[in-house]
């Protein structure tokens, strides 16, 4: 299974013009979405004065500026949608330099809002020239022709949209980006100071693996009412790490793991706390257990009817990505007794090359026939 949005290497990428309305089973709903680019509204100008100096500076600051990430090397861009996708777009000319060095693009810290624990948590998270796509792949506003790493956080906790989780705010090379949007702005708080804690209220746990990428993702548990550090190491390697969790907080990470077997253990005030082994019987992204089919294509509406059933025990939701047209949209696929939902995308000349993505990896790809009409 190809993935043709993928970066892996030091290439110019094809411009994307995004076209097209997405249709979710027999009509327009939920999982319909509009794909390309909105038009931006043009300023409302000021009539009454002269902007001061100062004023006329600002203005020019946050034009080419508007994210605030001028100060990060190698970022162009900042993009979240809402609370449930943020896209970092790199400038092309560090991508390459990075490809042609050790990979490695950016180290992040996304600061999250877990719903179903009622807490604020943190995803550490290095991003390698493996990650970046040429789309953004919110599944909604996309743009294309781009190096871009997007994190959907209903993909990382395995829910649907709806299910209240948010993206507070993105961290890059020591500065904390806030979510613009109003649904994050409850869990915009902080925690200092230091203090005593219990090591006992300090716990690891082994949440899945990605055998294909060679990963293994923990979560460390802090129950304590002070942010404690604690010291991971990786058995039989030279992986190490420290690991920052804030009061009554989670933070996950990642370790390399071969085939997705590891066994990581946690130290913190110079005392080994807990041990765990990879949780290789669980997938974060579920490659195997997905997929996707083209059924037939309709001349008419010039457009793909297309089949995806989930195999796992989980709601999901996937970003659809149209090859010839740039086109994105989202479908969430619910465990139920079918487990299974079917999708239009737009499709020139009957062929329309569909990839379902998931965690920024595909998981379900095929092609329509424009000769097996519906």
Known sequence: MSDDNRISRRRSLKGIAATGTFIAGAGIGA??????????????????????????????????????????????????????????????????????????????????????????????????????????LHGEDDVGDVFAYTFNVYQFFDRPIGAGDSIVAVTMDGT???????????YQRTFEGEGVFDLDDISLQAVCVDS?????????????????????????????????????????????????????????????????????????????????????????????RFYVHNGTDRDLTFVIYVAETGATGRITVEDSLASAETFWVPAPDGEASVSLYYEGEVVGADVSDPDDTC
């Open 31 to 136: 999982n319909s979405v509009s794909a390309g680019k909105k038009d931006k509204a043009d300023e409302k100008k000021e009539t009454d004065r002269e902007k001061t100096p100062k004023e006329k500076e600002h203005a020019k600051g946050k034009k080419e500026d508007p994210d605030g990430v001028a100060d990060v090397v190698g970022v162009d861009k900042l993009d979240f949608q809402q609370c449930h996708s943020v896209a970092i777009l790199f400038d092309q000319e560090y991508v390459e330099a990075v490809a042609s060095d050790d990979g490695i693009v950016k180290g992040l810290r996304i600061r999250l809002y877990n719903a179903r624990h009622d807490r604020v948590e943190n995803y550490d998270r290095t991003v390698t020239i493996g990650d970046l796509r040429s789309s953004t």
């Open 212 to 304: 294909e990428r060679g990963l293994a993702r923990y979560r460390v548990r802090n129950g304590n009412h002070t942010q404690i550090e604690a010291v991971y190491d990786v058995e039989d390697t030279d992986e190490s790490g420290t690991i920052a969790v804030e009061p009554y907080s989670a933070t996950y990470f990642e370790v390399a793991a071969p085939e997705g077997e590891a066994t990581v253990s946690i130290a913190a005030d110079g005392e080994t706390l807990d041990e765990r082994e990879s949780a290789i019987e669980t997938e974060c992204v579920p490659r195997d257990s997905i997929a996707l089919n083209a059924e037939c294509y309709d001349p008419v509406e010039g457009a793909a």
């Open 176 to 186: 904390t980006f806030q979510n613009p949007n109003a649904c994050a702005e409850p």
